[in-house]
Nanobody
């Protein structure tokens, strides 16, 4: 399976963006798909995860209430709706998939999100 992420861009504080991640093949229902970001000079941070089969979601406190992850099984796609964006959300965002929360073995290329103040 290969992942293709898109949707990044330059926005202002308070704006919204929707990232998309399309898979080249099917995910196992037990798999998890997540979005991981890495800001300048920062460590990688998991910002959202969804269980492909059950649809259970996870968010860290830093984005809870602002970010929403969803999936479209028919389109083999995962989306990250990001609202009320802040400058500290500036990062390269990667979609990734694997057997559990944060346990990712397949990574897509990153998409840059820049939030200006």
């Amino acid at each position: 399976v290969q992942l293709q992420a898109s949707g990044g861009g330059l926005v202002q504080t308070g704006d919204s963006l929707r990232l998309s991640c399309v898979a080249s093949g099917p995910f196992l229902s037990s798999w998890s798909v997540g979005w991981v970001r890495q800001g300048p000079g920062k460590e990688r941070e998991l910002v959202a995860n969804i269980r492909w089969g059950a649809g259970n979601t996870y968010y860290p406190d830093s984005v809870k209430g602002r970010f929403t992850i969803s999936r479209d099984k028919g389109k083999k796609s995962v989306f990250l709706q990001m609202d009320s964006l802040k400058p500290e959300d500036t990062a390269v965002y990667y979609c990734a998939a694997g057997t559990g929360l944060g346990d990712y073995i397949v990574w897509g290329q990153g998409t840059q999100v820049t939030v200006s103040s």
